[in-house]
């Protein structure tokens, strides 16, 4: 009986690890796309990230399903939310209204680090501190966006955007490679 649950956890680890790996490389790629479109011109750049910012919240709603169930869920899905509704407002927010844009993506950063450092509260596994480091680097970027230091630019927004994918897709990687196999005590 014991090794029966001892294989259906080693089941249930093994895939909820890929995809894990699957959401860290899908946001690394969506991260170095953003930042290879900041040298394009201001308004294009900023017309990518909509559609970026939609794919990355389809990638979290897909690992919200398929990686199991609990707090983390719930954390995955709001992720999720924030990524979509910031993907459509900048989709449909026409170029006059840059400023409000603007703000809005700073406050889009800075709830995903608090909500990326609420999840590491939840989170009791190994590479716990690289979910803490994302938020945190989330937090400053947002900060950094919403006092427009050092430019209060659409490239800087948007490299902004980009780096935090890149941390995020960091993050999510590490998480995966870390949780790769079960820990010890599961198997005792």
């Not at 990518?48 to 939609?54: A, E, H, K, Q, S």
């Not at 716990?128 to 950094?144: D, E, H, K, P």
């Not at 980009?162 to 960091?170: K, P, R, T, W």
Request: proline content about 3%; overall charge positive; hydrophobic content about 60%.
């Amino acid at each position: 009986m014991a090794e029966l649950t001892i294989a259906s956890l080693g089941k249930k680890h093994a895939v909820r690890w890929k995809w894990f790996l699957v959401l860290g490389v899908g946001l690394l790629l969506l991260g170095l796309t953003g930042a290879g479109a900041t040298t394009l011109l201001e308004l294009t750049s900023l017309l990518v990230f909509g559609p970026l910012l939609l794919t990355s919240s389809i990638i979290q709603l897909l690992t919200a399903f398929f990686a199991g169930k609990g707090k983390e869920n719930v954390l995955h899905m709001i992720a999720a939310g924030l990524e979509a509704v910031l993907g459509f407002f900048v989709i449909a927010n026409p170029p006059q209204n840059v400023n409000s844009l603007i703000a809005v993506i700073a406050i889009f950063l800075i709830v995903a680090g608090l909500v990326r450092l609420a999840r590491s509260l939840t989170h009791r596994a190994r590479g716990r501190v690289w979910i803490v480091l994302t938020g945190v680097i989330a937090l400053l970027l947002g900060m950094s966006v919403w006092i427009g230091w050092p430019f209060g630019e659409l490239w800087f927004v948007g490299l902004c955007i980009s780096l935090d994918f890149l941390c995020h897709g960091m993050c999510w990687s590490a998480l995966a490679l870390a949780d790769r196999k079960p820990f010890p005590e599961i198997l005792t």
